[in-house]
C-alpha cells in the first residue's frame, strides 16, 4: 500500500519548510505549551496534545496575517510547538518527587541545571531511537498504523482554508480560559470550589470552577470522563463514609489520631489525605501495570519489528520525502549521551547503569512509538511503563546496596530519562507520521523536533522550580499524581514505611473493574484525585455526549469544540505560571478582592454555568 501512496507536496518538489519564521513561532509554541501542559499534568495527573493548536495558530500567522501558502511551514511549526507537550508530560510524571522530597527535608531541591539535563537526555534520546524506526513504522506500515492524532494534525492543515476560523476557536478559547483562571486566582473574586457539605453521609460533593478540567473532559469524552467520575464516587460516597463509620476511635496509620477526631477537625478531605490517597496510589499503580501486561504481546512484537528495521534504516536514498538524519550522527549522539549520563551527577548511576537507561529507553521509546500508531497518545502506557521502569531500578540499585537519598535521587533519574524518551518517541512519530501525508521532508523534522527538544529542555526545569515554589507539589492546588506515586513506590521499596493494607486495597479495586471489563486507570485515577477535579470533568463529558447526541458527532480533533477547549486549556495554563511568578514576587496579595466582594458558593456555580455555555456554544457552534 505504502509503494501507491503520493503525498500532498511531491517528493520533487521543494517549497518553505525550515525558515527563521517556522522555527521562531515552533520554539514559543513549544515553551508555551509546555509550561501549560505542565501545570495541566501537575494538576490532574493528565495532559493533552498540542499539534493540532499549534498547527492552527501556525496556519492563521503563516496563512492568514502574513498571506503565505505554504503548508510545510506550518507543519514545521506543529513539529517544533509539539515537542514541548511531550517533554513536559514525561517531567511531570516524575521529578516533582524530588521537591516533595525536599520539602520534606529529606534531600536537597534539585537544581535548574539537574532539571534541564535529564529533560534534554530523555528528550534527545526520543528522538534519536525514532530515526531509524521511521522507515518500518511510518512508510512501511501506511495504512496498518492509522496514528490517529498524527492524521488528524494533516487534515487540519490540509484543510487551509478554514484556518482562520479554526485557529480564531483557539485563540477565543485561550482570552477566556486567561481571563476565569486571573479573576479567581488572581483577583481571588470567586472562590476557586463549589462544596456541598452532606453531614448525614459524613462526606460532601465539589467542583471546581477551572475552564481547564471542562476541557479536559469535553475532550477525553464521556466514556473515560465516566470511568474518572466512578472513581470519585467510590472514594467520596462509598469509602469516606465507611471509614467514618466504621473508624471512629481507632487510631490507623499513617494518621496519628483517631478517624473520628480526624473527621470532626477537617472533615472529609482529612480523610481523604490520610488513607484514600494511599488506596488511589496502589490502584493507579496496579492499573499501570495491568495496562502494561495486556500490551506485553504487542511490545514482544514491536521490539522484535525494531530491531529488525534497524538493518534498513542505513539505506540512503536521495528522494526528499525518504532523507532522514545520517545515522552515524544519531548513533554518535547516542554513545555521547550515555557517557553524558555516566558523568552527570544529576543521574548518579554507573556506566553500566548508563548503558541499561538508554537500553530500556530504546525498549519503551520503540513500544510508545507503534502503540501511538495503534491508539492514539492518550491511550499509550507510559505511566505503567514508568512504574514498571521505576519499581525494577529501585530494586536493582538496593539490591545493589545502593540506597537512601543516593539511591532514591538515583530511581527517579532513570525513571525520568526512560519516561520523557518514551513521551518524546511517541510525539515524533505522530508528527513525522503528519510529514510523511504532506510530503515533509524526515530529515528537517528531525532536526526541529531536537530544536524544541532543548528549547523545552531549557524552560521546563524554570517552570518546575516556579510552580513549586508558588504552589507546592503534592499540595491541594498542584497534586502532581503520578510523581506523588513514584514517590511512594521508591520509599515502599527502599524504607518499606508505607500502610501496605491500603496500597493492596487500592491494587485489588482496580483489579476488580478490570475484571468487570472496564478500564482500571482513569478510574484509578479519579479514586487517587479529590472528587472537586473528577466532577468538572464529568461535567465537560457530559457537554461532548449532549453536543453529539443533539447535533451529530464532532469532526475528529480538529472540531470547533477540542480547539476552543484546547485553548481554554492553554490559556488558564499560561495564566496559572504568569500568577506563579507574581506570588514568588509576593504581589498576589496586593491583587486580592476576596475581603471586599462575596465569594461564596453561588458565585462559583455561576461561573461554572457560564464557562460549561461558552464550551456547549462552541461546540455546536458549527454543526447546526
Not at 467510590?234 to 466504621?246: D, N, S
Request: proline fraction near 4%; hydrophobic fraction near 55%; aromatic fraction near 8%.
Amino acid at each position: 500500500m505504502n509503494n501507491e501512496f503520493k503525498p500532498y507536496i511531491p517528493a520533487d518538489k521543494v517549497i518553505p519548510e525550515m525558515t527563521p519564521t517556522s522555527i521562531i513561532m515552533g520554539l514559543i509554541l513549544a515553551v508555551i505549551f509546555g509550561a501549560a501542559n505542565a501545570y495541566l499534568g501537575l494538576r490532574v495527573g493528565m495532559t493533552v496534545s498540542a499539534s493540532i493548536p499549534a498547527a492552527v495558530i501556525s496556519m492563521a500567522v503563516i496563512r492568514v496575517i502574513m498571506q503565505k501558502d505554504s503548508v510545510l511551514e506550518s507543519n514545521m511549526v506543529q513539529t517544533v510547538g509539539s515537542a514541548g507537550e511531550s517533554l513536559a508530560a514525561g517531567a511531570i510524571f516524575t521529578m516533582p518527587a524530588l521537591f516533595i522530597w525536599a520539602k520534606e527535608g529529606v534531600m536537597d531541591k534539585p537544581s535548574l541545571i539537574a532539571i534541564t539535563v535529564i529533560a534534554l537526555f530523555g528528550g534527545l534520546l526520543g528522538v534519536f531511537f525514532m530515526v531509524p524506526l521511521r522507515n518500518a513504522l511510518i512508510v512501511q506500515e501506511h495504512g496498518v498504523l492509522p496514528y490517529p492524532e498524527g492524521t488528524a494534525c494533516a487534515e487540519v492543515l490540509l484543510a487551509g482554508e478554514e484556518g482562520g476560523s479554526s485557529a480564531k476557536s483557539v485563540f477565543i478559547g485561550m482570552g477566556l480560559g486567561a481571563l476565569v483562571k486571573f479573576v479567581v486566582d488572581g483577583l481571588m473574586a470567586v472562590q476557586s470550589v463549589f462544596v456541598l457539605k452532606l453531614e448525614a453521609l459524613k462526606t460532601e460533593f465539589a467542583a471546581e470552577v477551572y475552564p481547564a478540567l471542562i476541557s479536559v473532559g469535553y475532550i477525553c469524552g464521556p466514556r473515560i470522563s465516566a470511568y474518572m467520575f466512578a472513581g470519585g464516587i467510590l472514594g467520596w460516597f462509598v469509602l469516606i463514609p465507611a471509614i467514618v463509620t466504621f473508624g471512629g476511635d481507632i487510631v490507623m496509620y499513617p494518621a496519628s489520631v483517631s478517624v473520628s477526631e480526624l473527621y470532626a477537625s477537617s472533615g472529609a478531605s482529612a480523610i481523604w489525605s490520610n488513607y484514600i490517597k494511599y488506596i488511589g496510589a496502589g490502584a493507579v499503580a496496579s492499573a499501570g501495570i495491568i495496562s502494561l501486561i495486556k500490551t506485553l504481546p504487542l511490545i514482544v512484537r514491536t521490539f522484535v519489528d525494531s530491531i529488525k528495521s534497524i538493518s534498513k534504516a542505513g539505506q540512503v536514498s536521495f528522494e526528499r520525502t525518504a532523507l532522514d538524519m545520517d545515522i552515524r550522527f544519531v548513533l554518535g549522539g547516542i554513545a555521547a549521551i550515555i557517557v553524558a549520563i555516566w558523568l552527570t551527577p544529576a543521574v548518579p548511576v554507573t556506566f553500566l547503569g548508563a548503558l541499561l537507561i538508554v537500553v530500556f529507553g530504546f525498549f519503551f521509546s520503540a513500544v510508545s512509538s507503534r502503540m501511538v500508531g495503534l491508539v492514539g497518545s492518550s491511550n499509550n502506557p507510559v505511566s505503567g511503563m514508568t512504574i514498571a521502569t521505576i519499581l525494577i531500578a529501585t530494586i536493582c540499585l538496593k539490591v545493589s546496596g545502593d540506597v537512601g537519598v543516593h539511591g532514591m535521587q538515583g530511581a527517579i533519574a532513570i525513571g525520568s530519562v526512560i519516561c520523557i524518551a518514551a513521551c518524546m518517541a511517541g510525539d515524533t512519530s505522530q508528527d513525522l507520521k503528519t510529514g510523511y501525508i504532506l510530503g515533509a521532508t524526515p530529515k528537517k523534522q528531525q532536526i526541529g523536533e531536537i530544536l524544541g527538544v532543548v528549547a523545552s529542555a531549557l524552560a521546563i526545569g524554570g517552570v518546575m522550580i516556579l510552580l513549586d515554589n508558588a504552589y507546592g507539589f503534592g499540595s491541594d492546588k498542584l497534586a502532581a499524581p503520578q510523581a506523588t506515586m513514584m514517590k511512594m513506590i521508591i520509599e515502599g521499596v527502599m524504607n518499606g514505611n508505607l500502610p501496605w493494607s491500603l496500597i493492596f486495597i487500592g491494587a485489588f479495586i482496580s483489579i476488580t473493574v478490570e475484571i468487570l471489563g472496564i478500564a482500571a486507570l482513569p478510574v484509578s485515577i479519579g479514586l487517587y484525585l479529590p472528587l472537586e477535579l473528577s466532577s468538572t470533568i464529568m461535567l465537560g463529558g457530559l457537554i461532548k455526549l449532549f453536543a453529539d447526541k443533539k447535533f451529530g458527532a464532532e469532526n475528529g480533533e480538529s472540531g470547533k469544540g477540542i480547539l476552543f477547549c484546547s485553548g481554554l486549556i492553554a490559556g488558564e495554563g499560561i495564566v496559572g505560571v504568569l500568577l506563579a511568578v507574581l506570588t514568588v514576587a509576593e504581589l498576589t496579595e496586593k491583587m486580592d478582592l476576596s475581603a471586599v466582594i462575596p465569594t461564596g458558593n453561588l458565585q462559583a456555580l455561576i461561573l461554572i454555568v457560564i464557562v460549561s455555555a461558552a464550551v456547549l456554544k462552541a461546540a455546536i457552534g458549527n454543526r447546526k
